[in-house]
Nanobody
Framework: VQLQASGGGLVQPGGSLRLSCATS????????MGWFRQAPGKEREFVAA????????YYTDSVKGRFTISRDNAKNTLYLQMNSLLPEDTAVYYC????????????????WGQGTLVTVSS
């Protein structure tokens, strides 16, 4: 099983980025998927999750209204559209898979990508 996160980079405050997580070897449409992030000097935290069929989405309060999680089961790929980015969104973003619906808990996630760095700075 491989999860490959991409799309990170340097962006100015107020800008946008779209992260992707391509998966292989995973029964993608059987798993809920999530995004987590880890800022420098901080613990990894939940960002967003999406149910196996895309019908339900979950967000941490700090990104509601700015970030949108989505998935394309035909392409085995997860996305995170990030708008109105703030300096406090700077972190390494990780994608992960879970058999627990709507979980915000790291230990419920089985497979993890390697992370992609998002830096929000002027």
């Amino acid at each position: 099983v491989q999860l490959q996160a991409s799309g990170g980079g340097l962006v100015q405050p107020g800008g946008s980025l779209r992260l992707s997580c391509a998966t292989s070897g995973l029964a993608f449409n059987s798993y809920d998927m999530g995004w987590f992030r880890q800022a420098p000097g901080k613990e990894r935290e939940f960002v967003a999750a999406i149910s196996w069929n895309g019908g339900d989405t979950y967000y941490t309060d700090s990104v509601k209204g700015r970030f949108t999680i989505s998935r394309d089961n035909a392409k085995n790929t997860l996305y995170l559209q990030m708008n109105s980015l703030l300096p406090e969104d700077t972190a390494v973003y990780y994608c992960a898979s879970s058999l627990v619906q709507g979980s915000r808990i790291e230990s419920h996630y089985d497979y993890w990508g390697q992370g992609t760095l998002v830096t929000v700075s002027s």
